[in-house]
């Protein structure tokens, strides 16, 4: 079995660009059709992951242009602050703020996307 995850954007397009400086997203392949008819094939972690242009018409909304939160990814990385304060630089909007949690022993945050996604980051130290 394979598994690869669905994220639904308004541009995906414009989406690749912006998780590759966030995220440092390994971008495997990108059309470049009409709005709505776009996708970006992506890594992240080992895991692949397919950003869809919004089409209403398929019934593919972006949870940005809706108000709602489509997916939460949980994410492990090797300098939280950093890492956190490269995605607040981008426009992403903290949920969670950084917390300690000295008995797993790891830090964890949270925070949204500008497409709405949600991202959960920690550090096990």
């Not at 079995?1 to 990108?30: G, T």
């Not at 059709?33 to 992506?42: D, F, I, P, Y």
Request: charged share 25%; net charge negative.
């Amino acid at each position: 079995m394979k598994l690869e995850i669905n994220m639904i954007v308004f541009d995906a397009k414009a989406a690749a660009d912006y998780y590759k400086r966030i995220l440092n997203a390994e971008i495997i392949s990108q059309t470049d059709n009409n709005l709505g008819m776009n996708e970006t094939m992506m890594k992240l972690g080992g895991v692949e992951f397919r950003v869809l242009d919004e089409n209403k018409e398929l019934g593919m909304f972006a949870p940005e242009q809706v108000g709602a939160i489509a997916l939460g990814v949980n994410m492990f990385v090797d300098d939280i602050e950093l890492f956190l304060d490269n995605a607040i630089k981008e426009g992403c909007k903290v949920i969670s703020p950084l917390q300690e949690f000295p008995d797993i022993p790891a830090k964890n945050a949270v925070f949204a996307d500008k497409f709405n996604h949600i991202w959960v980051v920690n550090q096990q130290y």
